[in-house]
């Protein structure tokens, strides 16, 4: 069994840093094989260019980080995002992640009408999406219209056909108490302890 992790977070002492290690323990115990995608410390670029624009026509990809990400989650049973939610999103790196790899030809092609994606990634179980947040749940739901779940959730691997999808959001990050993020990560590592 083998997981790829997408981690977006440019500071070390974050604490999606911590939820990433609690993760990666976890994994560990299943005796789960993992590879870090680390955004930041690979210097991802997430813009889409006019070239990739074109590729994106073409199916085929030109950015050499994308190619090389394909070969990477082509190995993967389970797919795990980590990122903070900034101003109700994804960082930038996460997004330019989604523009420039979930992209046809590397994680999906059409079917024969058209209307339906068919994921090219064949070994993946499951798609989990780990974030962090300042903002309360509630009002992230009422307010904000949970933006992550229907844009990575729903919008992206649901209508890619990933079935096995689960978004984990630790809200109030900075205003919660220390005991009860340290519970956070021990209940994170005992999840991804049994993955199977």
């Known amino acids: 069994m083998?997981?790829?992790i997408i981690f977006n977070?440019?500071?070390?002492?974050?604490?999606?840093?911590a939820v990433l290690k609690a993760v990666i323990k976890?994994?560990?115990?299943?005796?789960?094989?993992?590879?870090?995608?680390?955004?930041?410390?690979?210097?991802?670029?997430?813009?889409?260019t006019a070239d990739d624009l074109r590729a994106f026509k073409q199916r085929q990809p030109v950015d050499s980080q994308v190619i090389g990400y394909k070969k990477r989650?082509?190995?993967?049973?389970?797919l795990i995002f980590i990122f903070p939610i900034w101003w109700e999103l994804m960082p930038a790196l996460t997004k330019g992640f989604?523009?420039?790899?979930?992209?046809?030809?590397?994680?999906?092609?059409?079917?024969?009408?058209?209307?339906?994606?068919l994921p090219l990634f064949k070994k993946i179980k499951?798609?989990?999406?780990?974030?962090?947040m300042n903002?309360?749940?509630?009002?992230?739901r009422l307010v904000f219209g949970?933006?992550?779940?229907?844009?990575?959730?729903?919008?992206?691997?649901?209508?890619?056909?990933?079935?096995?999808?689960?978004?984990?959001?630790?809200?109030?990050?900075?205003?919660?108490?220390?005991?009860?993020?340290k519970q956070w990560l021990i209940q994170l590592e005992k999840r991804f302890s049994v993955l199977n």
């Open 2 to 4: 083998h997981a790829a």
């Open 9 to 17: 977070h440019p500071y070390e002492g974050s604490y999606c840093n």
């Open 26 to 48: 976890g994994l560990a115990r299943a005796q789960c094989t993992t590879d870090l995608i680390h955004l930041d410390k690979e210097g991802f670029n997430p813009v889409m």
């Open 73 to 78: 989650l082509d190995q993967a049973d389970h």
């Open 98 to 117: 989604i523009d420039k790899v979930i992209f046809p030809g590397v994680a999906y092609e059409y079917s024969a009408g058209g209307y339906r994606m």
């Open 126 to 132: 499951s798609v989990t999406v780990i974030t962090t």
């Open 135 to 140: 903002t309360p749940g509630l009002l992230y």
């Open 146 to 181: 949970n933006a992550i779940r229907k844009a990575v959730i729903t919008g992206t691997f649901w209508k890619m056909g990933y079935k096995n999808r689960k978004w984990i959001n630790l809200s109030m990050v900075k205003s919660t108490s220390d005991k009860k993020r």
